[in-house]
């Protein structure tokens, strides 16, 4: 009994020694800390459009559409598991992922982001090739490499029709050194 | 030619063994065993692996092998602790009788993993004790079979007339007290109904799967093998990272890729963790549940830096989301000991200062001493492993026995305790608290420099990899079977509660009413939980998701 009492002192002091440690949240913020994932953020000025993101993302949330010359990134952020994926496969660094995290809301608007980028359709097909920023990339890269400057001339082709055009033209073929 | 010594813990004599039993050895790796065995000779071999190797049974996993050997195949999963071995027993299952004899009547533990096996696959168990439908929801069409490989991941069957939930009939003179679907103090749901002789239990019925999720369809037939641990760290929502670390385990062990040192060591780090947010969780829980909050609250309190602490290190509190197949993404931050170093020794203390002050509780042992016990004959029948096990004095840890990670560097001390009952498991789960602390900072002393991923090729397809983590609750198991479309052929998944939460009828037999939630609560049991409501029209078939309003309007107009 005696031993009891003791051990139910020690218990009140245990709660007395801690004292209040709840945050008035969310009056008083608890802002997260360290590199935190939370809500996705695009870059518009860095994004290409080119769709890795939408290959890499496990909860299929963001998805490319091309309609009329232009090309929908679509994010459905209500599905987001905060994963980082996107972030991790983005070559233009593009994506970051926020410190936000309250994000529950009545609109799902709220969670929903939309870039539309201009598509280059191929010369001879009319089918989509790229964006017109990722094609301003490649030929941007090319006009500083040291390839031969007529590649450049292909880059308004669509895979199937570039295709047709290297095996009718066998000139266009690179020679292939084992 | 050179010969190749294969490098394994099967030693010769336990090779010869098995091939006297009519055990065609199929693969001999490093630590595991694929055997072939006939399905006449099935139960035979069982029984000797039971008796004679001292086997004990992890879960067994039925695969849809049509498209390359045209049969079905039923893997049972043994661990050889003493051996520090796994066994894959293989049968072939022909499609023309697609069925195989049931091994229940000789290892308890194997009951539901045989009755999932015929719901996903289709594999009838012959002569199984209580053959009624396990995992698929009740209005789901007879003869249909998720895990098959003509059945697409988003295939919605229509609705089969709602017929009768089976539920087992009470024994005669007992009354029925039904707990749940939603179990009181863990609001996740499960059905038990308790047979009852006034305040005695005398029998029980167990219904759970009600939030089956198809994790395993989605793994091997829409994710790619990097997103699966993005859903596997999804399977538990309290220790999720021995999942992600378990299925990229059994997937680098089945092509034989090594991970770097640092990446061990971070993935060790996290899991040991993990282990202590969970069992200060689980302290605060149980109290919970004998209405004791203080102690609720303070070990809450006390838990709460940890979660901090690797929101700090890994960018979430809970999904820590750093484990690809080839080690992990993130590298730990720079001032990482000094960040970790005062959060433990903190918790160190706080929790000496509780555990201090309850172990002369009289009223907290008088409800946990004696209660909720299971004998070491049942926790072996049953094949329970974690604390659970340890409470019961069976010396497992897969840390030790099964070594994983950096913990083939680590001397794990195994916390068994004697006593079989609840303070029994409490004791084990505190002074692996303590042992997990002392982990930490070992770690924290040994942590190599060094890349963090591995580098590899691409993942040879229909190889076998298994591998087990101990997670809080106990032995989390994955296998994997690699494919040739950039993702798992079949992933399947023992988490730890699966083998736990069936030795509650061992569990509750001579207990009273008011001691089932405690005994069941001291399993450290984790149900699955769905957050969204998705309400499937029952005439039309039709999913829909409501919104706050349209919610709201609803519950309105009922009024």
Redesign the interface.
């Known amino acids: 009994?005696f031993?009891?009492t003791?051990?139910?002192l020690?218990?009140a002091?245990?709660?007395l020694?801690?004292g209040r440690?709840t945050l008035a949240y969310p009056f008083q913020p608890h802002a997260?800390?360290?590199?935190?994932?939370g809500k996705p953020v695009i870059d518009v000025d860095k994004c290409i459009g080119c769709g890795a993101c939408a290959n890499?993302c496990?909860?299929r949330l963001i998805t490319l559409d091309d309609v009329n010359g232009y090309r929908t990134l679509h994010f459905e952020l209500g599905r987001c598991?905060?994963?980082?994926?996107c972030r991790?496969v983005c070559p233009q660094q593009a994506l970051r992922?926020s410190p936000q995290f309250e994000l529950s809301t009545?609109s799902?608007e709220d969670l929903q982001i939309h870039v539309q980028f201009k598509l280059v359709l191929c010369r001879s097909c009319g089918e989509a090739v790229s964006t017109q920023r990722s094609v301003n990339l490649v030929n941007d890269k090319l006009a500083a490499s040291e390839l031969h400057q007529d590649d450049r001339d292909y880059l308004d082709l669509c895979i199937a029709c570039k295709r047709k055009l290297a095996i009718h033209t066998p000139s266009l073929n690179l020679e292939v050194v084992p | 030619m050179v010969a190749t010594i294969v490098k394994t813990n099967a030693s010769l004599d336990l090779q010869e063994r098995l091939k006297a039993m009519n055990i065609r050895l199929k693969e001999v790796r490093d630590d595991m065993l694929i055997a072939k065995v006939s399905s006449a000779d099935l139960q035979d071999t069982v029984r000797y692996i039971r008796d004679m190797l001292k086997g004990r049974l992890i879960t067994s996993v039925g695969t849809d092998c049509r498209q390359l050997t045209g049969c079905y195949e039923v893997s049972q999963l043994f661990a050889l602790d003493t051996d520090r071995l796994f066994l894959v027993l293989t049968t072939d299952v022909d499609p023309a009788h697609v069925s195989i004899p049931s091994i229940t009547w000789l290892i308890p533990a194997a009951n539901w993993a045989e009755r999932e096996v015929r719901d996903l696959i289709g594999v009838e168990p012959i002569g199984h004790p209580d053959p009624r439908r396990l995992v698929l929801p009740d209005d789901w069409p007879e003869d249909l079979y998720p895990l098959r490989k003509d059945f697409r991941f988003d295939e919605r069957p229509r609705s089969q007339p709602q017929k009768k939930v089976v539920l087992k009939v009470p024994p005669p003179d007992t009354s029925v007290f039904p707990i749940g679907p939603f179990f009181p103090t863990l609001e996740e749901p499960v059905f038990i109904n308790l047979f009852v002789h006034g305040e005695d239990i005398v029998g029980m019925d167990y219904r759970g799967f009600f939030a089956h999720r198809g994790i395993e369809k989605l793994g091997d037939a829409e994710l790619t093998y990097q997103q699966v641990p993005a859903i596997a760290e999804r399977i538990c929502g309290i220790c999720g990272f021995v999942h992600s670390s378990c299925y990229c385990q059994a997937a680098e062990k089945a092509v034989g890729i090594e991970i770097p040192p640092r990446a061990a060591y971070i993935r060790t780090l996290l899991l040991e963790l993990e282990r202590i947010h969970s069992h200060l969780l689980w302290i605060g829980l149980a109290c919970h549940f004998i209405g004791f909050d203080t102690l609720f609250m303070q070990a809450w309190r006390i838990r709460e830096p940890v979660m901090w602490l690797t929101e700090n290190i890994t960018g979430n509190r809970k999904t820590y989301g750093i484990n690809h197949i080839g080690g992990v993404t993130r590298d730990l931050p720079v001032d990482a000991r000094e960040q970790i170093t005062p959060v433990i020794d903190k918790i160190e203390a706080e929790a000496a200062a509780v555990l201090d002050a309850i172990l002369d509780d009289s009223s907290l042992r008088a409800r946990l001493e004696g209660t909720g016990i299971l004998t070491p004959e049942d926790a072996r029948a049953y094949c329970v492993v974690g604390p659970t096990a340890r409470g019961s004095g069976l010396d497992i840890d897969a840390r030790r026995d099964h070594p994983f990670a950096a913990y083939t560097d680590l001397d794990v001390n195994v916390c068994v305790e004697q006593g079989c009952d609840i303070w029994a498991r409490t004791m084990v789960r505190i002074r692996e608290l303590l042992e997990a602390i002392r982990l930490v900072r070992l770690v924290l002393k040994k942590l190599p420099k060094g890349p963090i991923m591995a580098e590899f090729d691409e993942i040879e397809p229909y190889r076998i990899g298994v591998s087990s983590v101990e997670a809080p609750r106990g032995e989390v198991h994955h296998y994997v079977m690699t494919g040739n479309e950039q993702r798992p052929y079949r992933w399947r998944v023992r988490a730890p509660s699966y083998n736990n939460l069936q030795c509650i009828p061992a569990l509750l037999r001579g207990m009273t009413i008011a001691d089932a939630p405690i005994s069941v609560g001291s399993l450290d049991p984790c149900f699955s939980c769905t957050e969204r409501i998705a309400v499937i029209d029952k005439d039309s078939g039709e999913l829909r998701i409501y919104k706050q309003q349209e919610l709201l309007n609803r519950f309105n107009n009922r009024k």
């Open positions: 009994m031993k009891h003791i051990s139910e020690k218990e002091l245990v709660c020694q801690a440690v997260p800390g360290g590199e935190f994932r890499a496990p909860a598991t905060y994963c980082a994926s991790d992922m009545s799902l």
